[in-house]
């Protein structure tokens, strides 16, 4: 079976930064097992696989190396540059269907790629002991949702964290996310994301992380549109806004590499 492949780098306007993901169009699911055994061998934060459905509409997956995922943003906004500059989509819309239910994606005027996002507040509560010790730090504010958000003060902080990944392994959540004000780095706020519990101790740029924070900053600055910046090695830069109950994400994706799978 050949099967075409992109590897995007997503989150970014130019090579070797932002988060890389790989993106391969189906015609037809082949088994689950083999998509995972693909993710893993392509070794990248997420692999994506998508099926068209109708004009403008996509049934989506996601893969880590080691996991399906419920929500992955760095590899829907590659996914649909693949569709938009690579498979020739002619409108400015597109859908995607998926196990966090249908996913929009608008190509701006400025070359940029926004996700419709479900928003997804961390609701306060004490640090769990696993994540003081995963981080090697007490955030100075801890809230939980589908990851752990843990506030600090600084972005040098967030910058300084050297986790213990075995220890975030433990935590039930998918992953944790380590945030700080945007002060001195030309943002709102930064991050950085780890997930070590499916396969990706730190994960490059996360657009689903931005869910939670979208709505966090947006309360705690007064206001809806967020400009934000992952602090990985690869670095990422992401606009936010709060819109109700979802989160707009958008962001930059350049072709890397294109190829085919021989399975």
């Known amino acids: 079976m050949s099967l075409p492949f992109f590897w995007i780098d997503a989150f970014t306007d130019r090579p070797f930064a932002g988060n890389p993901a790989g993106v391969v169009p189906l015609t037809t699911w082949p088994e689950e097992a083999l998509m995972q055994r693909m993710a893993f061998e392509h070794g990248l934060a997420e692999t994506a696989f998508f099926v068209k459905t109708g004009e403008d509409r996509f049934h989506l997956r996601w893969f880590t190396p080691g996991a399906e995922v419920d929500l992955c943003g760095h590899a829907t906004l590659a996914t649909a540059f693949v569709v938009f500059t690579q498979l020739g989509a002619a409108g400015d819309v597109l859908t995607f269907d998926s196990r966090s239910g249908p996913l929009r994606v608008e190509r701006l005027g400025d070359g940029r790629l926004e996700l419709d996002f479900p928003s997804r507040p961390a609701a306060p509560m004490p640090p769990p002991p696993a994540l003081v010790q995963g981080l090697a730090a007490t955030p100075a ?55 070590p519990r499916v396969g990706v101790p730190e994960d490059p740029v996360t657009g689903s992380a931005h869910c939670l924070l979208t709505p966090y900053w947006s309360a705690r600055l007064g206001k809806k549109r967020l400009h934000a910046r992952q602090l990985s090695a690869r670095g990422g830069e992401l606009w936010c806004e709060l819109a109700g109950d979802r989160v707009k994400i958008a962001g930059h994706a350049v072709l890397y590499l294109k190829g085919t799978i021989e399975t």
């Open 141 to 195: 504010h801890y809230a939980q949702a589908q990851a752990n958000l843990a506030v600090f003060n600084t972005a040098a902080e967030v910058r300084a964290l050297r986790p213990d990944f075995a220890a975030l392994a433990t935590l039930p959540q998918y992953g944790t996310i380590a945030t700080a004000p945007g002060a001195g780095e030309d943002c709102d706020f930064v991050s950085r994301f780890f997930a």
